[in-house]
C-alpha cells in the first residue's frame, strides 16, 4: 500500500475513506477502489460508520460521514464550517425561517450546518442528512455552475430544466416550491470559493403557508447575503495564507 504509516488498519481505513470521497459506494465498488478483500472493506466501513466518520445514503450505500466536518471544523482547518454558524443562526433569525448549508457529494448533497428554527412549524434537515440533487433550490445552486457535460447529465431526471437553471445563473440564487418535498418552500444562494468555484450553498427552508409560493421575493437578497459573506470569509483567510507564504 502507498504511504504506509507502518499501522496497516490506520492505513486500511484512510484508503476508505479516500474512496468515499468520489461519492456514494455500495460494497463492490469500496471493494473496486480499494482493492481491500471484500470482509475487511465491510469490517472497516461499518467500524468507521460507528463513528460517524462514514454514514449510510438513502439507497444504503456508504458516504462520508458529518464527524469528518466536525473535527474540521473543531480544527479550525475548515474556515466554510467554521464561519457557518453565526451566518446560518443571523439568517434564521432574520427570516424566522430553519437554514442550511449543504454542500454537494458525488450525486447527493449533504447538510454540513444548520440553524433550526425553534418553535413553530418547520422544515428540519439535521447536520448529515443526504438529499437528493434532482430537486430543491440548493440542488440548483449546486448544479447550475457545473460543466456543461455534468450539467447535462444533472438534469437527467431532474424536477427544475435548463431554462431554470439558466435563470438561476442570472439572478444569482434559487427557489422551489414542493419541488423535494409537498408543502416544503426555500430558497438558496452560491457560497464560491476565492477561485470562484461553487462550493456549497446556503438555504432557509420552510412551509409555503409561510414563504409563499415567490420565497424569492422575500428572501433572496438576504440569503445571497448570508452566501456572500461566508466567500468573502473564504476570500479574506486565502489572502492571508497568500501573505504568510510568501513572507
Same mark, same amino acid.
Given at each position: 500500500?502507498?504511504?504506509s504509516?507502518g499501522?496497516?488498519?490506520?492505513?486500511?481505513?484512510?484508503?476508505v475513506?479516500?474512496?468515499?470521497?468520489?461519492?456514494?459506494?455500495?460494497?463492490?465498488?469500496?471493494?473496486?477502489?480499494?482493492g481491500?478483500?471484500r470482509?475487511?472493506?465491510?469490517?472497516?466501513?461499518?467500524?468507521?460508520?460507528h463513528?460517524?466518520?462514514?454514514?449510510?445514503?438513502?439507497q444504503?450505500?456508504?458516504? @462520508?460521514?458529518?464527524?469528518?466536518?466536525?473535527?474540521?471544523?473543531?480544527? =479550525?482547518?475548515d474556515?466554510?464550517?467554521?464561519?457557518?454558524?453565526?451566518?446560518?443562526g443571523?439568517?434564521?433569525?432574520?427570516?424566522?425561517?430553519s437554514?442550511?448549508l449543504?454542500?454537494?457529494? =458525488?450525486?447527493?448533497?449533504?447538510?454540513?450546518s444548520?440553524?433550526?428554527?425553534?418553535?413553530?412549524?418547520?422544515?428540519s434537515?439535521?447536520?448529515?442528512?443526504?438529499?437528493?440533487?434532482?430537486?430543491g433550490?440548493?440542488?440548483?445552486?449546486?448544479?447550475?455552475?457545473e460543466?456543461?457535460?455534468? @450539467?447535462?447529465?444533472?438534469?437527467?431526471?431532474?424536477a427544475?430544466?435548463a431554462t431554470?437553471?439558466?435563470g438561476?445563473?442570472?439572478? =444569482?440564487?434559487?427557489?422551489?416550491?414542493?419541488?423535494?418535498?409537498?408543502?416544503?418552500?426555500?430558497v438558496s444562494?452560491?457560497?464560491?470559493?476565492?477561485?470562484?468555484?461553487?462550493?456549497?450553498a446556503?438555504?432557509?427552508s420552510?412551509?409555503?403557508e409561510?414563504l409563499s409560493?415567490?420565497?424569492?421575493?422575500?428572501?433572496?437578497?438576504?440569503?445571497?447575503?448570508g452566501a456572500n459573506? @461566508?466567500?468573502?470569509?473564504?476570500?479574506?483567510?486565502?489572502?492571508?495564507?497568500?501573505?504568510?507564504?510568501?513572507?
Amino acid at each position: 500500500m502507498d504511504n504506509s504509516s507502518g499501522v496497516g488498519v490506520l492505513d486500511k481505513a484512510a484508503v476508505v475513506l479516500s474512496a468515499l470521497e468520489a461519492g456514494p459506494s455500495t460494497l463492490a465498488q469500496l471493494v473496486t477502489a480499494t482493492g481491500l478483500a471484500r470482509p475487511t472493506a465491510h469490517r472497516l466501513a461499518v467500524a468507521l460508520e460507528h463513528h460517524r466518520l462514514v454514514t449510510r445514503d438513502l439507497q444504503g450505500r456508504f458516504v @462520508l460521514g458529518p464527524r469528518l466536518g466536525e473535527l474540521a471544523a473543531a480544527a =479550525g482547518e475548515d474556515r466554510l464550517l467554521a464561519a457557518a454558524g453565526p451566518v446560518l443562526g443571523a439568517l434564521r433569525d432574520h427570516t424566522n425561517e430553519s437554514a442550511q448549508l449543504f454542500r454537494r457529494q =458525488g450525486e447527493y448533497r449533504v447538510c454540513v450546518s444548520a440553524a433550526e428554527r425553534p418553535v413553530g412549524l418547520r422544515d428540519s434537515i439535521p447536520i448529515g442528512a443526504t438529499l437528493s440533487m434532482r430537486a430543491g433550490s440548493a440542488a440548483q445552486i449546486l448544479l447550475a455552475w457545473e460543466e456543461p457535460d455534468r @450539467l447535462h447529465r444533472g438534469l437527467q431526471g431532474a424536477a427544475f430544466t435548463a431554462t431554470a437553471l439558466s435563470g438561476v445563473r442570472r439572478r =444569482g440564487w434559487a427557489q422551489s416550491v414542493g419541488e423535494r418535498e409537498p408543502g416544503v418552500a426555500s430558497v438558496s444562494a452560491p457560497v464560491r470559493s476565492p477561485s470562484g468555484r461553487v462550493i456549497a450553498a446556503v438555504s432557509i427552508s420552510g412551509p409555503i403557508e409561510r414563504l409563499s409560493r415567490q420565497p424569492g421575493r422575500l428572501h433572496a437578497a438576504t440569503v445571497m447575503a448570508g452566501a456572500n459573506k @461566508l466567500s468573502e470569509v473564504l476570500a479574506r483567510h486565502a489572502a492571508q495564507q497568500e501573505v504568510q507564504n510568501n513572507a
